[in-house]
């Protein structure tokens, strides 16, 4: 399976997040949803990382604790950010600002500026994100505080990202970088749970709810994201996880029999094309004998 299949169907199971909270608990808290995913998933990956034989790369104490961090602050500033600005414009700004961040952070960390191509995949796939977004949603006021937010999320998604490269690149197996990376998230994202609304967990449905976040979303999701992350640079790995809300959308109708409007209908024809951009094979220039 190739690199970008790999971070393809990560985007496939992160959209599947919010189809599987509509079937849950009617009084579950989205805030709380968000961090059992990740308490959950973490102590998982954290096993799984553990039981694991270490190869020979020492991970970076500093680069796992700011990985943590960094998935920690996705989790809370997209949640407040979707309740301050509503889920269409949040969503737009969040998503769609991770891969313009995590080309800039690449840079920063002496990597070279993405190229032409993968500009014309992300404009693409960005106006399509924007488009399914107010499509389905339709307009909503707007929040300054929440705008901040949304783009506190996709720099701290963006850095994460750029992290676990960094780390994988160093020769880090992808399930030790997640599992560190997850693990530290799950213990700075604990608070919320003993603090938050979380009565929803003591239900049949509830449980159901967070096994299935933490397993499929997380776990699994992760591991395959981070098998195609050691091949293709950040930049390119946040483009195509904007197939996730694709996927959202999709289930909405199927499932929850959400009504799609045309302007959704073309974004989702956009970002298709945007990741099929990425995937065309890159010209190779003649070289004179």
Same mark, same amino acid.
């Given at each position: 399976m190739s690199a970008r299949a790999y971070v393809l169907f990560a985007a496939v199971l992160f959209g599947t997040t919010g189809t599987a909270q509509a079937l849950g608990p009617a009084d $579950?808290?989205?805030? /709380?949803?968000?961090? /059992?995913?990740?308490?959950? *998933?973490?102590?998982?990956? *954290?096993?799984?990382?553990?039981?694991?034989?270490? $190869?020979?790369?020492?991970? $970076?104490?500093?680069?796992?604790?700011?990985?943590?961090?960094?998935?920690?602050?996705?989790?809370?500033?997209?949640?407040?950010?979707?309740?301050? /600005?509503g889920v269409a414009l949040g969503a737009v700004v969040a998503i769609g600002s991770g891969p313009i961040f995590a080309g800039l952070l690449e840079r920063g960390f002496g990597g070279n500026w993405p190229d032409r191509r993968w500009a014309a995949a992300t404009a693409l796939a960005v106006i399509g994100v924007g488009a399914i977004s107010l499509g389905s949603y339709g307009q909503t006021g707007t929040s300054v505080p929440g705008l901040v937010l949304a783009l506190a999320s996709g720099a701290a998604y963006a850095a994460y990202t750029v992290i676990a490269k960094r780390l994988l690149r160093d020769g880090a197996a992808p399930v030790h970088v997640m599992g560190a990376a997850f693990g530290t998230a799950a213990v700075l994202l604990l608070p919320v749970l003993l603090v938050g609304n979380t009565g929803w967990l003591r239900s049949g449905r509830g449980i159901e709810l967070a096994a299935y976040l933490a397993i499929g979303p997380t776990v699994i999701a992760y591991l395959l994201f981070a098998r195609g992350l050691r091949r293709l640079s950040a930049s390119e790995t946040t483009t195509i996880v904007l197939a996730e809300p694709v996927t959202a959308t999709v289930l909405g109708v199927l499932v929850v029999h959400e009504q799609l409007g045309a302007a959704a209908a073309g974004g989702i024809v956009l970002v298709i094309a945007g990741i099929s951009v990425l995937a065309l094979p890159r010209s190779r220039r003649l070289v004179n004998p």
């Open positions: $579950s808290s989205p805030l /709380t949803v968000g961090a /059992t995913r990740i308490v959950i *998933g973490g102590a998982i990956l *954290g096993l799984l990382a553990f039981a694991t034989p270490q $190869s020979r790369c020492r991970l $970076s104490p500093l680069l796992v604790l700011s990985a943590g961090v960094a998935v920690a602050a996705y989790q809370l500033a997209f949640f407040e950010a979707v309740h301050l /600005t």
